[in-house]
């Protein structure tokens, strides 16, 4: 699966932005879509996940309530909307893709086998 993200930039404390994932596969049922950031200096770190069949989706504790997470099954694109967005979120986020089959925890990073280019998001204070 090619992943490719977009959407990032410059966005005062308190905007919104979306971010957008789009995967080449011909089909992505069975597989999750994560989300994770990594902020300079920081390990990354989980954002959220979205079942490709199912739609299931769970949040980091630090972006529930703000960020929301879908997927369009036919333009087979996957979203972030980010609101109240503050100057913690600062990072670069990108977008992974794996096998239902081959994940146990889909909060982990490590067990993602496809990755996209990250997209930068700098909010300002």
């Known amino acids: 699966v090619q992943l490719q993200a977009s959407g990032g930039g410059l966005v005062q404390a308190g905007g919104s932005l979306r971010l957008s994932c789009a995967a080449s596969?011909?089909?992505?049922?069975?597989?999750?879509m994560g989300w994770f950031r990594q902020a300079p200096g920081k390990e990354r770190e989980f954002v959220t996940f979205?079942?490709?069949?199912?739609?299931?989706?769970s949040y980091a504790d630090s972006v529930k309530g703000r960020f929301t997470v879908s997927r369009d099954s036919a333009k087979k694109m996957v979203y972030l909307q980010m609101n109240s967005l503050k100057s913690e979120d600062t990072a670069v986020y990108s977008c992974?893709?794996?096998?239902?089959?081959?994940?146990?925890?889909?909060?982990?990073?490590?067990?993602?086998?496809?990755w996209g280019q990250g997209t930068l998001v700098t909010v300002s204070s």
């Open positions: 992974a893709a794996g096998h239902t089959r081959y994940i146990s925890n889909y909060r982990t990073a490590q067990e993602y086998s496809n």
């Open positions: 596969r011909r089909t992505l049922i069975g597989y999750v």
């Open positions: 979205i079942t490709w069949s199912a739609g299931t989706t």
